[in-house]
């Protein structure tokens, strides 16, 4: 099983960005599809991006436009951009692996690990 590690949180102002990073711990990480996470305080935990082993993506409306997911299979490492962060993107942010379903349903396929902390102010 691919283990995943957040890394990049931290305290930006409105309009601010920050990159996240998320590493695994092995090389075939790379066929994997990975997504990204964030549960802000009192809410659900709810998924933000996902990328396929192709590199295709997909986004949630709330971050269309705004955040960018990307990988690089050499360091199986995956990343999430974000750019014109909004107090309401305040969140923990996770990283998982992501089994899509025939329907087209996305579901969480590993294990949690810490999450990293956005907090935007206003």
């Known amino acids: 099983q691919v283990q995943l590690g957040e890394s990049g949180g931290g305290l930006v102002q409105a309009g601010g960005s920050l990159r996240l990073s998320c590493a695994a711990s092995?090389?075939?990480?790379?066929?994997?599809?990975i997504g990204w996470y964030r549960q802000a305080p009192g809410k659900q935990r709810e998924l933000v991006a996902i990328?396929?082993?192709?590199?295709?993506?997909n986004y949630a409306d709330s971050v269309t436009g705004r955040f960018t997911i990307s990988r690089d299979n050499r360091k199986a490492t995956v990343y999430l951009q974000m750019n014109s962060l909004k107090p309401e993107d305040t969140a923990v942010y996770y990283c998982?692996?992501?089994?899509?379903?025939?329907?087209?349903?996305?579901?969480?396929?590993?294990?949690w690990g810490q999450g990293t902390q956005v907090t935007v102010s206003s």
């Open positions: 998982n692996t992501v089994l899509i379903t025939r329907d087209g349903s996305y579901y969480p396929a590993g294990s």
């Open positions: 990328i396929r082993s192709s590199g295709s993506t």
């Open positions: 092995v090389s075939t990480f790379s066929i994997n599809t």
